[in-house]
């Protein structure tokens, strides 16, 4: 199953780590 997602806010440039990450999502398990 996907893990639940949630909106982040930008505090700099872009991280590109998971493909949430470049949709503007964090996955909760990464928190």
Known sequence: ???PVIP???RG???P???YDA???LP???L
């Open 8 to 10: 982040t806010v930008p």
């Open 13 to 15: 440039p872009p991280l």
């Open 1 to 3: 199953p996907i893990s």
């Open 23 to 25: 949709s503007g999502a």
């Open 28 to 30: 909760l398990c990464a």
């Open 17 to 19: 780590r998971t493909p």
